[in-house]
């Protein structure tokens, strides 16, 4: 065991502040990582805030995770000292069931082990994350990064990437397509940026006009206000994927009606309502309205693999740790263009 500075949250109520955590020796299978940045995801803001009801406290949040590899296990074969690596969203999965066989562990039937909040499936305690200086994991959960990017816009690949590459990915997203992407935070930044890349056509839908610029910038061919009617209607059964990046409550009725026939629309947001939907919004027109949880293993790796090859990376502010507590409230305001990433050099 050794011991490392973190910060944590002691309650939902208090703010994220200096604590000390104890990481294990490294086992023979584990990958030691000295952590460099650390993306802020709006899931840590959550989870600090038990939104979600799960939390455990002490809690230590980050899923968004670069840094260099200082020590490996006797047996560990994918990386060496030196390398560049990754922790997401996951550090830990049965292994047997058949959707991680089929390299699907975030739906790993018995319960995947998140990077910070779950529990270890040896009892040994609960995962902390990555606003910290090191973590250690099994080395079939870390990720190879290449160098070729700036470290810093690589980190939310690791969340805010996969989530939005997975579904473009599982859905075929490609030439020819007509792509809708709602909401421009720091997933729809990430949507627009993949989808243009994957060669469809892509319009970004925001009820913020103050986006439209920088849709424009980030690839997006349209800039659809959502909030103009006549705008909206010139998009009513037009979109074949509509890619929902959205937190809060909105109506996904008046979306699924911009569906073409077969059109499919993916929430990989998650506001915090139960939804409204009349089933005739999806029998009229054999639409399909969806969920995508983050990535497994493989295609995160892929998924990295691809943004090195085509230069993608997250837009980010980079930040002092001591400054996390700011953040999450900018991050409230929408303040962010368009992820938080901590300097852990800042610890």
Not at 141 to 149: A, G, T
Not at 237 to 257: A, C, P, Q, R
């Amino acid at each position: 065991m050794s011991s490392t500075r973190s910060y944590a949250a002691q309650s939902a109520t208090s703010p994220l502040a200096p604590w000390t955590i104890k990481r294990r020796s490294p086992k023979p299978h584990d990958v030691q990582i000295d952590i460099l940045y650390c993306g802020v995801c709006h899931s840590d803001l959550h989870t600090v805030r038990n939104e979600w009801g799960n939390a455990v406290y002490p809690l230590v949040p980050g899923h968004e995770i670069v840094g260099r590899v200082t020590a490996v296990g006797d047996h560990v074969t994918k990386f060496k000292v030196g390398d560049t690596a990754g922790v997401g969203c996951l550090v830990d999965s049965c292994r047997e069931c058949d959707n991680c066989k089929d390299g699907l562990e975030q739906y790993c039937d018995t319960g995947a082990v998140f990077t910070y909040g779950g529990a270890e499936r040896d009892g040994s305690g609960i995962t902390q994350g990555g606003y910290s200086k090191s973590i250690v994991a099994h080395e079939d959960f870390v990720l190879h990064i290449s160098d070729k990017l700036p470290l810093e816009g690589v980190a939310p690949l690791l969340c805010a990437g996969i989530t939005t590459y997975s579904p473009l990915r599982h859905w075929k997203v490609g030439k020819g397509q007509k792509v809708g992407v709602l909401g421009l935070g720091g997933l729809g930044h990430m949507g627009v940026k993949l989808a243009v890349s994957m060669g469809a056509e892509v319009t970004m839908l925001s009820h913020s006009p103050s986006k439209a610029a920088d849709a424009k910038r980030l690839g997006a061919h349209k800039f659809i206000l959502t909030s103009d009617a006549e705008q909206a209607k010139s998009v009513m059964g037009y979109f074949d994927f509509i890619l929902d990046t959205v937190s809060v409550e909105h109506d996904y009725n008046f979306y699924l009606g911009m569906l073409r026939t077969n059109g499919v629309m993916v929430c990989v947001g998650a506001p915090p309502v139960p939804a409204q939907i009349p089933v005739f919004n999806l029998i009229f027109g054999r639409k399909s309205l969806a969920g995508s949880l983050i990535g497994g293993l493989p295609e995160t790796q892929e998924m990295l693999d691809y943004c090195a090859e085509h230069n993608i990376v997250s837009d980010v502010e980079v930040i002092a740790i001591k400054d996390i507590n700011e953040a999450y409230e900018r991050m409230l305001k929408g303040d962010v263009r368009y992820r938080f990433v901590i300097d852990m050099a800042t610890l």
